[in-house]
T-cell receptor
Framework: EAGVAQSPRYKIIEKRQSVAFWCNPI?????LYWYQQILGQGPKLLIQ????????DSQLPKDRFSAERLKGVDSTLKIQPAKLEDSAVYLC??????????????FGAGTRLSVL | KNEVEQSPQNLTAQEGEFITINCSYS?????LHWLQQHPGGGIVSLFM???GKKKHGRLIATINIQEKHSSLHITASHPRDSAVYIC???????????FGEGTQLTVNP
């Protein structure tokens, strides 16, 4: 079974530039998550999709971050404009459903963003 | 105070040692996850617990719901166990996972 695919693996940009990350979840998984993981910290949920609808984006800095999941499959996360504090690993995860006791999330390898 | 606290933050062990990583949480939960993160970012789910104890190979995870505490044990540790181990809890009412900051484990040969 193919896992969660993310690209690019690494990205270096200057502050105020824009950047986009792509995620392809496991086939059949209805729920997709984007996390931000700053060095030395645990992941923080940015946004959760159920199919192509947003379930939780309460921690997404909406002035600069946006995400979409067209057709309920692939998703893109965009930062525009980037700030130095956005340097982090951006993790995508997917799960069969978004709720339920046995809901297990499968993570991609992440995109490491460095903002200079 | 974070909702999920892990200890220790860093742990160095010699190959073969028995290792314990602890996780305490302050909210009601429906489930607790132990995750392993290798350099490069990839995260693998090790266990999901709602009560009692689970074992997989050399890994054992326990949870005490009353004390809001879980432990991850590694028996006969090996250098390939070196990774960050993260505890995450799912709230009683929601689907969001709240993560601890992780424990960096280094096992030396």
């Amino acid at each position: 079974e193919a896992g969660v695919a993310q690209s690019p693996r690494y990205k270096i940009i200057e502050k105020r530039q824009s950047v986009a990350f792509w995620c392809n979840p496991i086939s059949g998984h209805a729920t997709l998550y984007w996390y931000q993981q700053i060095l030395g910290q645990g992941p923080k949920l940015l946004i959760q999709f159920q199919n192509n609808g947003v379930v939780d984006d309460s921690q997404l800095p909406k002035d600069r971050f946006s995400a979409e999941r067209l057709k309920g499959v692939d998703s893109t996360l965009k930062i525009q404009p980037a700030k130095l504090e956005d340097s982090a690993v951006y993790l995508c995860a997917s799960s069969l459903t978004g709720t339920g006791l046995y809901n297990i999330q499968y993570f991609g390898a992440g995109t490491r963003l460095s903002v200079l | 105070k974070n909702e999920v606290e892990q200890s220790p933050q860093n742990l160095t062990a010699q190959e073969g040692e028995f290792i314990t990583i602890n996780c305490s949480y302050s909210v009601g939960i429906s489930a607790l996850h132990w995750l392993q993160q290798h350099p490069g970012g990839g995260i693998v789910s090790l266990f999901m617990l709602s009560s009692g104890k689970k074992k997989h190979g050399r890994l054992i995870a326990t949870i005490n719901i009353q004390e809001k505490h879980s432990s991850l044990h590694i028996t006969a540790s090996h250098p390939r166990d070196s990774a960050v181990y993260i505890c995450a809890v799912r709230g009683a009412s929601g689907s969001r996972l709240t993560f601890g900051e992780g424990t960096q484990l280094t096992v030396n040969p």
